[in-house]
């Protein structure tokens, strides 16, 4: 019988099988016909400590019978009081005091984006009607950036075969080139003087852009990209959603910077990637730009489950998780060790541009058959499936973005399988 189910990001016309999952622990997904993945990629970079992980399952079953669901629009409850105490007292901070003093519940990374812009504008529209500043609306965005499919979002990203359909629903932008390795410095002064038109924001994905092919750039130019936006009162939009949650090797990959954005969007891991969960951070003059006796200058944006309790709960249970136990300890050792299988993977011909930021790896398959719709990216997610493995090419390119609770035996099947991938698929091959 045929699913009615339409999968994201699946091409159901090329009628491939679709594996289904019954049960998951650890970072094991568990399949109906008795077999086994190791789940390389975190199930789309959310899951950190693991699946199924027993705290924050007891979280969610406690809060599932005490408060399910309540309207946040003029109500509250502690789950969410305390995830924003507990996000507010984690982000980045200027001269270690605070700076991001508000927090906005949303459910997904691409909705956090969406408020993140839509903060932005709201900020400088309220300036302007204040007298305070000049009407700012045009947004700055980097090369090859992906920040989600809801129309803002894709209007920030880069424009392709992924959303070409909705071109006409996209606002316009200025692009600023990726700071790839001996073009740093174009970027930094593309960015300055894109900023000396006086944008509203510049939305960053910090130190590693995530599917728009898992680009490092240095810290050196996060933190210099802050300082011009600084000097031309640009507001920094940081999308933590992907790098956030010690992806990066730290808690967010700002503080690797020592940058402090204006606004920041988080989400995946906020919950350990057990349930749908985001947020954005502001600081307190683009909160007090909104808040007035006038209700028609209120901030207008939500979702019926904005700040659900049964999500809330589970990202406590995960605060507590990374305020008690040695979350950074166990990311920097599955780093070290990454890293050291990833330097042997690079020594083969059939691989090049090897790179890393914290438990986030990426390698090139050197082959002529390299566009983001080649068959080679099916091919292999199917390769890696006959071996045990979830992973998920971007086109070419094979990353890595395990839980943190990978041990080294099940690192060494997924390097034993980029290796076989290699002599397969390279085009020494």
């Keep these: 019988?045929?699913?009615?189910?339409?999968?994201?990001?699946?091409?159901?016309?090329?009628?491939?099988?679709?594996?289904?999952?019954?049960?998951?622990?650890?970072?094991?997904?568990?399949?109906?016909?008795?077999?086994?993945?190791?789940?390389?990629?975190?199930?789309?970079?959310?899951?950190?400590?693991?699946?199924?992980?027993?705290?924050?399952?007891?979280?969610?079953?406690?809060?599932?019978?005490?408060?399910?669901?309540?309207?946040?629009?003029?109500?509250?409850?502690?789950?969410?009081?305390?995830?924003?105490?507990?996000?507010?007292?984690?982000?980045?901070?200027?001269?270690?005091?605070?700076?991001?003093?508000?927090?906005?519940?949303?459910?997904?990374?691409?909705?956090?984006?969406?408020?993140?812009?839509?903060?932005?504008?709201?900020?400088?529209?309220?300036?302007?009607?204040?007298?305070?500043?000049?009407?700012?609306?045009?947004?700055?965005?980097?090369?090859?950036?992906?920040?989600?499919?809801?129309?803002?979002?894709?209007?920030?990203?880069e424009r392709g075969v992924y959303n070409a359909a909705w071109t006409p629903l996209l606002f316009d932008v200025d692009t600023i080139p990726f700071p790839a390795p001996g073009r740093e410095q174009a970027c930094l002064d593309a960015l300055e003087a894109a900023c000396a038109r006086h944008p509203a924001g510049f939305v960053v994905e910090p130190l590693i852009l995530g599917a728009g092919g898992m680009f490092v750039y240095s810290a050196d130019v996060l933190r210099e990209m802050a300082a011009i936006c600084r000097r031309h009162g640009v507001l920094l939009i940081a999308d933590e959603v992907m790098t956030g949650w010690g992806r990066t090797g730290a808690i967010f990959a700002c503080e690797q910077a020592g940058v402090v954005p204006d606004i920041m969007a988080v989400a995946k891991g906020i919950t350990g990637g057990a349930i749908p969960l985001a947020a954005t951070l502001a600081t307190a003059p683009i909160f007090e730009a909104h808040r007035s006796s006038d209700r028609a200058r209120l901030f207008y944006h939500s979702s019926s489950y904005t700040a659900n309790p049964i999500a809330c709960a589970a990202a406590v249970a995960n605060l507590a998780i990374w305020r008690e136990e040695d979350v950074l300890g166990r990311i920097k050792q599955l780093a070290q060790t990454m890293a050291d299988r990833l330097a042997t993977l690079a020594c083969s011909p059939a691989f090049a541009n090897p790179r890393q930021a914290g438990t986030i790896v990426a390698i090139d398959l050197v082959t002529p058959d390299a566009g983001y719709l080649s068959d080679l990216a099916p091919r292999?997610?199917?390769?890696?499936?006959?071996?045990?493995?979830?992973?998920?090419?971007?086109?070419?390119?094979?990353?890595?973005m395990p839980p943190y609770c990978l041990d080294a035996q099940q690192l060494d099947r997924i390097f034993a399988a980029l290796h076989a991938a290699g002599e397969k698929f390279g085009l020494h091959a």
């Design 1 to 157: 019988m045929t699913s009615p189910v339409w999968h994201p990001f699946f091409q159901h016309g090329l009628n491939e099988a679709i594996p289904h999952v019954v049960r998951a622990e650890g970072a094991l997904l568990h399949l109906a016909d008795g077999s086994t993945l190791i789940d390389a990629i975190s199930s789309w970079w959310v899951t950190t400590h693991g699946h199924c992980h027993p705290r924050i399952a007891a979280a969610i079953a406690q809060q599932a019978g005490t408060l399910d669901q309540l309207i946040f629009a003029g109500y509250t409850h502690e789950p969410a009081e305390e995830v924003a105490r507990g996000l507010i007292a984690l982000a980045p901070r200027a001269d270690n005091q605070p700076k991001l003093a508000h927090v906005f519940y949303s459910d997904s990374g691409s909705t956090a984006v969406e408020v993140a812009l839509k903060m932005a504008l709201g900020y400088w529209h309220n300036l302007a009607l204040d007298g305070l500043a000049q009407p700012r609306s045009r947004i700055l965005v980097l090369e090859h950036s992906y920040h989600g499919d809801t129309i803002g979002a894709m209007s920030v990203g």
């Design 380 to 400: 292999l997610r199917l390769f890696f499936q006959d071996r045990g493995l979830l992973l998920r090419p971007l086109g070419n390119t094979i990353y890595l």
